[in-house]
Each structure stands twice: as structure tokens, then as C-alpha cells.
């Protein structure tokens, strides 16, 4: 039997395994399923690493929490403090990460995560700085909470920090940590796995480090944006949707992290209305002024001139709004040009988890009027071209496999559709797996945690 021939039969044995167990209503018995391996002392610990807006935002003097609030504040705020740090920091306080955002309501995001570490892993969440003592007490978790606002780099660095702590607390300067990584985790590690904590954005070459492998064993991969989600074009001139408000995009743009999910520079996502391919750079702040996208639109300005006491403030602040766009575009495209080299050889185990059952943007439009050259605007959803061409398929053109934010290939770290980002990879994954679920829930399915288990548990 030819290797393509056993994979083919692994994909068609493990659908008819999962439409088994949905039809029936069936769950798998994680807890029975792992108590051999859950009695395992020599299991190395496990940090988690949350995605964009997965952590609580608090004062740090106060305890006031930013984000996400209360009900009423995710359901009807626009999120503007978030974008006021330096008024914060005059109070003497400053927004630090305080916990997980376990979920709200009855949403679940990282809750039952958290209960199959424990559960049925047996896993402890540790406390860095804190030793660790005896085969019975060497089970641990470890959560690195990071302020998703920020430039990855800066979860880089807590990140190595946490595992230098975390050697300390073991007695052990030479033990390896496993990682599991939800979204825009997957970027935070396996920047880490490749570069360490050196800032290779500035760097005319993006040099390697060696240390990545020795200090990451495994690495579980959840709906990672490896080459990055044409979602966050839409997002940075438009804002985004949460609950009942959006979040603007002069909000927005004072976050790094939109900029660093935008898609890889030489994916080739951009197509005219005709469905041909265009030489377009997303990465060129001009291109955005020039058509007045995002911070340059009018109606941007606008608002912020608007909610300034006088005219000359709300300029300065538009001028200081436009200035981050332009540093976060131009550092953004250093970040993807760099995860997107060809991986180095560490050792360390990928696995990839995510979801492809839902079309997802993986391609843009640019939108134009024929009569009005500066109506131009940059389109991911076919029910929204304003300027189709008979004969094209724009569904078809537009949308591709995925968990609704991310597509399947981005989660793969590999161009692969339709030509689309050829040559690009991420990383070199040992395994994959892949089932009808959408971006937010992977952490929740219990067959994603099946399987994140099984290859973090195995001998």
C-alpha cells in the first residue's frame, strides 16, 4: 500500500469515526482514555498559550477590568479605552493581562480546556517562582498571559522568561517544556521555536537560533493564522463586530496584533473583479492613504475629530493614529516574511488542530467603479462586491475551507490552494487533524481535546 493510498484510508477511516460518534450523540471518555499516561511523572509541563482577546485586561492599581467588562460592556461598548493607554498610565496604573477569558453567558472558550488538563490529565496549574517537588507534584500547567494589544515579540520574551522560570522551579536547566497554542499563540511560539527572543524585525537577514528544539518538546497548534487571515483587511477598515457593537478602526489600529494576522506578503491574495490574480501590496501604507482605507478614510477622521475637544487636538491625534498604522503595516510584514522562511530543523513535534467544514475568506477583491477610480475598496465577501463581472464565481473565488476566520491552508503554515502562496511554509507538522468546527470553539470540541491529549501524552 502507497503512503498517499494509507493516508487516504486514515482520512475516510477517521470520518466515518467522527460521523459515528456525532450521529450517536457520543463523546469519547477522555478520562478513561488517558489514565495510564495521566500517572505519568516524567510528563514534561505544559504552558497554554491564549489567542487575540483571550486574556482579561485589568488596571493594574486598581483591578478595574477593561476588557471584556461586564455583559452590558461586550454587548454595547466600542472598546476606546483600550486605545487610551497613556491616560491609564498617568493614573500611575497601566492595563496588564489578569487571567483567561474563560467565556461569557454560555459561550465556552477556554473553561473545558482547562478541565481536560486537569481533569484528565491530571495537570496542576502552576505558579512560576514557585518549586516543584516529588513525582507526585510534577504534573503542571503553566498559563502565559500576555496583552494581545502589544507586538508579539513581547509574549516572546514573557514566554522565555516563563521557561527559564520554569527550569528554576524544577531544579532542571535543561528541561523542555510542551506548548499548546490557540490562534494567534501559534504565531507567539513558533516565532519563539525559530528566532528566540531576538527582535529579527529590523534585521535586513532573519537569523535562526538553535535553542528553539531544546527547550520545546511538542507543540499543539489550534487554528493558528500561520499564514495569516485576509479577515483582518476587513477588520482594519472596517473595525470589528463583537456582539451588538463595533469595535472602530481608530481603536483598532493601536493594537499591533490585526497587523500581524494580515496575510503573508507573498500569498497573492488580491484579485480584480474579473478573478485574475493583481500585483497588489497590502503592506504599502500609500496604497491604504491614497485610496483612503481604514485610518485615512473621511469617515475615520471624522469621528475622531469629532470626540476631540478642540480641532487641533483631534489633528495631533489623527496624525498619531495614522503613525501607528504605518510602524504596525511595515513591522507586521517583517513578522510574516519571517515565520514564513523555510523551517529550520529543531526536533520539536508540531501538530496541527483545526477546523475546514466552514467557507472562509481566503482571497480579496479589489472593488472598483469603472466611472470613479477612487471608490476602490477591498472586498473578502462575495455578498458585498458592488462591481461583479458576469461569468465569474466570486463564491467560489473568495472562499475556501476553514473554521470561518482562518483557512485551512493559513493552518497548515503551507500555500497550497489553487497555487495561491506556493513555496510559503511555516513550519514542518508531524501530524494534523482537522473536523467541522469553528475558530472560537476549537479549544471547546472534545475531539480536538482528544487529540491534542493523545499527542501531548504519548511516550
Avoid at 503512503?3 to 470520518?15: E, G, H, Y
Avoid at 530543523?345 to 477583491?365: E, H, I, M, N, Y
Wanted: net charge negative; proline share 6%; hydrophobic share 40%.
Amino acid at each position: 500500500m502507497t503512503l498517499r493510498l494509507r493516508q487516504l484510508l486514515m482520512i475516510v477511516l477517521a470520518s466515518l469515526v467522527l460521523a459515528g460518534c456525532t450521529s450517536t450523540g457520543k463523546r469519547p471518555d477522555l478520562a478513561r482514555l488517558y489514565e495510564t499516561q495521566a500517572l505519568d511523572p516524567a510528563q514534561p509541563p505544559v504552558i497554554l498559550i491564549h489567542g487575540l482577546m483571550g486574556s482579561t485586561l485589568v488596571e493594574r492599581d486598581t483591578g478595574k477590568e477593561y476588557w471584556p467588562g461586564s455583559l452590558g460592556t461586550l454587548a454595547f461598548s466600542e472598546y476606546r479605552e483600550l486605545a487610551r493607554v497613556r491616560e491609564v498610565e498617568a493614573r500611575g496604573g497601566g492595563l496588564v493581562p489578569g487571567d483567561l477569558f474563560y467565556g461569557v453567558a454560555r459561550v465556552d472558550y477556554y473553561e473545558a480546556l482547562i478541565d481536560a488538563l486537569e481533569r484528565v490529565g491530571r495537570f496542576q496549574r502552576g505558579t512560576p517562582g514557585v518549586p516543584v517537588h516529588g513525582d507526585d507534584d510534577r504534573r503542571r500547567y503553566y498559563v502565559l498571559l500576555y496583552d494581545w494589544r502589544k507586538e508579539n515579540i513581547h509574549a516572546v520574551r514573557q514566554l522565555h522568561e516563563l521557561i527559564e522560570q520554569i527550569r528554576r522551579d524544577y531544579g532542571d536547566p535543561d528541561l523542555p517544556v510542551d506548548i499548546l497554542a490557540h490562534s494567534n499563540g501559534g504565531l507567539i511560539a513558533n516565532y519563539y521555536l525559530r528566532y528566540g527572543t531576538a527582535d529579527v524585525l529590523d534585521q535586513a537577514e532573519f537569523t535562526p537560533w538553535d535553542e528553539g528544539g531544546k527547550r520545546i518538546r511538542r507543540m499543539v497548534l489550534l487554528g493558528t493564522p500561520a499564514m495569516g487571515s485576509v479577515v483582518s483587511l476587513e477588520r482594519l477598515q472596517q473595525g470589528v463586530k463583537i456582539a451588538l457593537r463595533t469595535v472602530p478602526v481608530e481603536v483598532l489600529v493601536t493594537f499591533a496584533t490585526p497587523f500581524e494576522t494580515l496575510p503573508h506578503p507573498d500569498a497573492g491574495v488580491i484579485y480584480s473583479a474579473d478573478g485574475e490574480p493583481l500585483d497588489f501590496d497590502i503592506y504599502d501604507a500609500d496604497a491604504w492613504r491614497v485610496r483612503r482605507w481604514g485610518i485615512f478614510s473621511p469617515e475615520v477622521e471624522a469621528r475622531v475629530l469629532a470626540a476631540a475637544p478642540d480641532h487641533e487636538t483631534g489633528a495631533l491625534q489623527m496624525a498619531e493614529l495614522q503613525a501607528y498604522f504605518v510602524r504596525h503595516l511595515a513591522r507586521a510584514k517583517q513578522l510574516q516574511l519571517a515565520l514564513g522562511q523555510p523551517a529550520p530543523p529543531t526536533g520539536t513535534q508540531v501538530s496541527v488542530l483545526g477546523g475546514d467544514c466552514t467557507l472562509t475568506p481566503g482571497r480579496a477583491v479589489l472593488d472598483r467603479d469603472p466611472r470613479n477610480p477612487r471608490s476602490e475598496r477591498l472586498v473578502i465577501r462575495p455578498g458585498e462586491l458592488r462591481h461583479k463581472v458576469a461569468g465569474v464565481d466570486y463564491e467560489r473565488l473568495l472562499l475556501v475551507p476553514g473554521d470561518g476566520l482562518v483557512t485551512r491552508e493559513s493552518q497548515l503554515g503551507r500555500g497550497q490552494f489553487e497555487g495561491v502562496g506556493a513555496g510559503i511554509e511555516a513550519f514542518s507538522a508531524a501530524s494534523s487533524f482537522f473536523l467541522c468546527e469553528r475558530h472560537d470553539q476549537l479549544s471547546v470540541n472534545p475531539y480536538v481535546q482528544n487529540n491534542l491529549l493523545h499527542f501531548l501524552l504519548a511516550p
